[in-house]
């Protein structure tokens, strides 16, 4: 059989996809003819706020593991090694401030969408431009969420390229919109499920091509994929420990913690403390994702070796491997290409669908609601022709994907850098100095994405220009074998052409993106508040600073009184919270201080500390 001829599916390969998308219709349906029937935005953007814990962790792990990780991390590791691996360290920080500090802040002032925090926390303009930032974040990811799977199905099995996408996109903007948050979250569990037996599959069927499983170990080790702790400080170097280990916080944070898609989750739980046993539930589901897309790239490596289909020209860009990889592998297997197909675009739907419900959320919620006064039901058919519209606007938004030419896996990383991380700077300038004021927050945003795109945009471009630096400049893994010279002098060439001043700035890895540009935010967020009048402690809106000193001293209090622990603790007065829209919430009463250190009425404790 001819390597190079495009693989063809079978009958059954099309019939499973189509069960995928059938699936996932039907989910949709459900939820909109059963309930509250999707007639309230209540229902529609929160799930009557009663989700449970497991299927919202699935729900959140599924939000940002789209086609991009399926495909893009296997050939990561295929060519690179298993340094990305090491992002998984990550997801621990990542977690734990979203679950004691993002949540409890975001749940107890009954949000509706996360940038109303900004406006309780600034002023209605500092909402605005998160609610905009926010929306050309989404849609632009989306928009490599729709492409990336159709591309690569495209160039490996022929199928219609424009005709996965518009299936894709259509078959998802329809369920979202009939069966809102509830079919979104539905859809997404049982998405979850197909991709990872997809990719499952793949692994094993995979591993017995190559030989078993001492088999592959031996090959992957001997190719030197294996990466070891690459401890080097060097902040341009693509992935190291602390590129991904470190950089990698500042990216979760910005997604899961800042994120409108996953703090919507957080607000549909029933209680607070399901939506923080939800963020703890989410870190097994992100490792076994993980695991698997790593997996898949060293068992591609393990059937490939070094003369991968890239270099044989059989496909012409790597983030084809991996369907390459399939249809090769899985030929003699009728029906598994085509669930591994249907694994792609379940990540992809999974990820666009939740995409599309928190973009009409916060289109609804900060643009709309706030300047005209409507009823439930008017403002839930908007919301609906909202996930439409915006359903549209990402279809011309893979095309616009479709004529730039870049790794799928840098691209998604390098927006959510480029552009959450500015907006993770801000809610952090709100949430952690209450010295902050408005001008400094717009200003520090600004700030943020000026550099954000700067360095984002230079880097590309530099990258372009210098033909001699790699695609990206990382280190080579020195191949053992025979032509381990070769990358050897072309490594010492690299290491004389490595930039430096501008140009260093230029080559920062994408990784670091997030860190730079929320701590750009902070800092130019702080001088200008300074220069222009810092906020007062008592001028803080209730509840919406989080005391990280009161917090460290009652940690320090019960490490070191460990008696005290057991006594109650002092009870709270909460005063009533200024809603955004007018009326205010009844939340009158005492309440004993939660065991996750963040006292019930947190500005009470700010202005003691603001005070002491
Ligand atoms: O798959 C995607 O859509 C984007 C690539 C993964 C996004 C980041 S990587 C760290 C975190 N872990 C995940 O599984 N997704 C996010
Ligand atoms: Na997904």
Redesign the pocket.
Known sequence: MDPSAPKYFTIIDYVIFALLLVASMCIGLYYAFTGGRQSTTREFLFADRSMKCLPLSLSL?AT???A??VI?TPAEVYTNGTQYWF?GCS?ILGLLIPAHIFIPVFYRLHLTSVYQYLELRFCKAVRICGTVTFIFQMVIYVGV?IYTPALALNAVTGFHLWGAVLATGLVCTLYTTLGGLKAVVWTDVFQTVVMFTGQLAVIIVGVQQAGGLSETWVKVRDGGRISGFDLNPDPTVRHTFWTLGVG?VF??LS?YGVNQAQVQRYLSSRTEKEAVMSCYMVFPC?QV??MLSCLMGLVMYACYGNNSPLEQQYITSKDQMVLYFVMDMLQNFPGLPGLFVACLFSASLS?ISSALNSLATVTIMDLIKPHYSMTEARATRISKMLAVSYGIICLAMAYVVHLMKSSV?QA??SI?GMVGGPLLGLFCLGIFFPCANSIGAVIGLAAGLLIAFWVGIGGFLSRMSSSVVPPFNSTYTVAAGPDNITITAVTALIDAARPVGLHGFYSLSYMWYSALNSSTVVIIGLIVSFMTGRTKGDDVASGTVYPVMRTARSLLYKLVEPSACCTSSPQHKIDGHKEINGNVKEDAGTQEETETFLPSNPVSHVEQETSV
Request: aromatic share 14%; charged share 0%.
């Open positions: 792990m940002f593991q789209s991009v990780a893009g992002i997801y969420g990698g990216l979760m997604l992100l994702a993980l990820t896996l998604a990383l959510f």
